[in-house]
């Protein structure tokens, strides 16, 4: 079973920085996005139990790579960042296709899990909009696994009041709330052999990307102008 994980490096609360000609986030450090620890999790839960692997990936500048450490120290066995002047400026569309480019490329899988929603954009659509780009089933706000094995799935959708069952084939990819685990924490030997890894970066051109779709250039939401907000 090969699972991949995708997951993204925000801004802590103390370190939201706007560029003043982009108006984009300046992404320098942060942590994983808390909703993707649970995905996370959930991918070597499945791995555990099952065999295989997991593969984390996630899109970002230099520095994020040291958030795919702390993925690799949790328990991930392979992880590769996306990173190229290239991808700045994205917005979810952009995003989606360039992580679908980075899948494709890593090859062979049978489920993409990531987080509900990351805590910085808030808009839940990355996840499906991998899945478009791959055209493969998904299913978003899964809070349980009910039953995984080869070329299937069941999982529980929370719902506002219950929740629904949906079965679909895999490869698929599902969005995790946080319902679905406790994330652990990682072992000092896990860290060092994290630490230790040499983790590929790939670039646009290692993608092969159309470069009409990715970065700023290929994302039809535009931000003109930012306002601060003074609270006395």
């Known amino acids: 079973m090969h699972i991949i994980v995708c997951i993204k490096q925000v801004?802590?609360?103390?370190?939201?920085?706007?560029?003043?000609?982009t108006h984009t986030l300046i992404r320098e450090g942060g942590i994983i996005n808390p909703f993707d620890t649970y995905a996370l999790e959930e991918g070597v839960r499945i791995r555990e139990r099952m065999g295989g692997k997991v593969t984390v990936i996630s899109m970002g500048p230099p520095?994020?790579?040291?958030?795919?450490?702390?993925?690799?120290?949790?328990?991930?066995?392979?992880?590769?960042?996306?990173?190229?002047?290239?991808?700045?400026?994205?917005?979810?569309?952009?995003?989606?296709?360039?992580?679908?480019?980075?899948?494709?490329?890593?090859?062979?899988?049978?489920?993409?899990?990531?987080?509900?929603?990351?805590?910085?954009?808030?808009?839940?659509?990355?996840?499906?909009?991998?899945?478009?780009?791959?055209n493969i089933p998904f299913v978003?706000?899964?809070?349980?696994?009910?039953?995984?094995?080869?070329?299937?799935?069941?999982?529980?959708?929370?719902?506002?009041?219950?929740y629904e069952v949906i079965e679909m084939s895999l490869p698929a990819l599902i969005t995790v709330v946080k319902e679905i685990n406790v994330p652990r924490l990682p072992s000092l030997k896990a860290m060092l052999r994290a630490k230790k890894m040499s983790l590929p970066i790939w670039t646009a051109n290692d993608l092969d990307v159309d470069r009409s779709r990715v970065g700023l250039n290929g994302s039809p939401t535009k931000v003109i102008r930012t306002l601060s907000l003074i609270h006395i």
Not at 11 to 21: E, G, L, R
Not at 147 to 152: A, L, S, T
């Open 140 to 162: 978003t706000w899964v809070r349980k696994i009910e039953e995984i094995r080869e070329g299937y799935i069941r999982v529980q959708r929370l719902m506002e009041d219950s």
């Open 11 to 21: 801004p802590s609360t103390t370190q939201v920085k706007i560029d003043p000609v």
């Open 63 to 134: 520095p994020a790579v040291e958030s795919l450490r702390e993925a690799i120290s949790l328990g991930a066995d392979e992880a590769v960042l996306l990173s190229d002047p290239a991808f700045a400026g994205a917005d979810t569309l952009a995003t989606s296709y360039t992580l679908s480019r980075g899948i494709r490329k890593i090859g062979q899988f049978d489920l993409i899990i990531c987080g509900k929603q990351a805590m910085d954009g808030d808009t839940a659509q990355v996840g499906p909009g991998i899945a478009e780009h791959l």
